[in-house]
């Protein structure tokens, strides 16, 4: 049976999503494109900007955190991505890569931060899953 790579769950007050992936990569993509489509379906009017993301944190989880709050940061530039690509992960740093521009409508809402709230990235048989909640 194949599973979504994320999937919106219930929460009572927040956003929240069940994300997987085959290795930790890929895990921390689909969390990043997953996060995105909660905003809508806004695209770029034109790509207007290449970045490189480097972060470092004390444990996985952390790191995940870390990654997401980098995107953001980006968000709030009113950015919206094109690409979103985990390049590498090794102990606790990862590096990134993201392009975009200007979204061509604004968000549904706005992610005001990813929190730690039920995180735990699990191995499963096919790879890993974690449940993220983020404050809207």
């Not at 049976?1 to 290795?23: C, F, I, K, Q, Y």
């Not at 995107?71 to 690409?83: A, G």
């Amino acid at each position: 049976m194949n599973l979504p790579a994320w999937e919106e769950v219930e929460h009572t007050a927040d956003w929240s999503l069940r994300v997987r992936g085959a290795d930790l990569r890929s895990l921390f993509e689909n969390a990043a494109c997953g996060m995105v489509s909660l905003l809508g379906d806004a695209k770029p009017t034109e790509i207007t900007f290449h970045r490189v993301i480097e972060v470092s944190a004390i444990d996985t989880e952390s790191l995940l955190v870390e990654w997401l709050t980098e995107l953001l940061y980006i968000l709030e530039e009113d950015l919206i991505f094109s690409e979103i690509n985990v390049k590498q992960i090794e102990g606790n740093t990862l590096i990134g890569e993201v392009s975009g521009g200007p979204p061509d409508q604004p968000p549904m809402k706005i992610i005001k931060a990813v929190t730690y709230h039920l995180l735990e990235i699990r191995p499963t048989d096919t790879g890993y899953e974690t449940v993220l909640v983020f404050d809207v």
